[in-house]
C-alpha cells in the first residue's frame, strides 16, 4: 500500500529517542539505535512534504515516581537538563520541530505523549488527521502513545521498521503490536510513503 504525504493532514510522531533508551543509556532498549538511519529517512521525506513533525520526549523531574527509590519500576533515566534526557545526537531532528515534554510531574506516569500534554490540541489546531510513529520503546511509551491518537479519533500508522521494544517478558512487543493493530492502527514500512 502506498500512502502520499500530506502537508497539511499528516504529522510524523517520534516517541523518546533519547540518548538514555539507547544502547549505553540508563535504560537502554536493546538495539534501540539502530531505528535511527530508518527515523531519519522518515523525517526528510515528511520534512520535504511540509508535514508537521513532532518528537516526544521522556522528561522525568529527579524524584520521579517511576524510579525504583520512589516505588516504581525503572532505574532513574531522562532526567530534565541531563544528558541522557537529550534527543539522539544521530537524530536529525528539524529546527522547526514541535517537542512535547512528558512525565513532568514527579507523582505521575504517563507513557503516552498525549497525556499530561496539549499533543491532541497541537495536532487538531493544525488540522492533522493522520499520526505515523514510531521510537522507542514499542511496549511502553510507542503503545501508549499510539492507542491515545486512536482514542482522539486520528487515524494511526505504526512505523514497523522505526521502533524497537525492550521486550522484558519475551513476547511483549509482540503482544503489543497486536494490541495495537487490533484496535485500529495499522503498520507500514519506508516502502509504504513518498
Ligand atoms: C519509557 C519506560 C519508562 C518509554 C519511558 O519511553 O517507552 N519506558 N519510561
Ligand atoms: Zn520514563
Redesign the pocket.
Known amino acids: 500500500m502506498k500512502y502520499k504525504i500530506s502537508g497539511k493532514e499528516d504529522a510524523l510522531i517520534i516517541?523518546?529517542v533519547q540518548i538514555d533508551?539507547c544502547p549505553g543509556g540508563a535504560?537502554p532498549v536493546p538495539e534501540g539505535d539502530k531505528i535511527i538511519p530508518v527515523l531519519n529517512e522518515y523525517i526528510r521525506r515528511f520534512d520535504a512534504a511540509g508535514a508537521l513533525i513532532v518528537a516526544t520526549r521522556?522528561w522525568h523531574p529527579p524524584n520521579h515516581i517511576?524510579f525504583r527509590d520512589y516505588g516504581g519500576l525503572?532505574p532513574p533515566?531522562?532526567v530534565q537538563g541531563t544528558k541522557g534526557a537529550e534527543f539522539h545526537p544521530e537524530l536529525r531532528l528539524p529546527n522547526r520541530t514541535l517537542i512535547i515534554s512528558k512525565?513532568t510531574d514527579p507523582e505521575k506516569e504517563a507513557?503516552s505523549g498525549f497525556e499530561g500534554t496539549d499533543l491532541n490540541e497541537r495536532l487538531r489546531g493544525v488540522g492533522v488527521k493522520r499520526v505515523f510513529v514510531g521510537g522507542?520503546?514499542t511496549e511502553?511509551?510507542?503503545k501508549n502513545t499510539v492507542l491515545d491518537a486512536l482514542k482522539y479519533g486520528f487515524e494511526v500508522f505504526l512505523l514497523e521498521d522505526a521502533v524497537k521494544g525492550i521486550d522484558a517478558n519475551p513476547g511483549d512487543v509482540e503482544r503489543a503490536i497486536k494490541e495495537m493493530l487490533e484496535k485500529g492502527a495499522k503498520k507500514l514500512t519506508l516502502m509504504d510513503v513518498e
Open positions: 516517541v523518546d533508551f535504560l521522556d517511576s525503572w533515566h531522562c512525565a507513557y522507542l520503546a511502553y511509551c510507542v
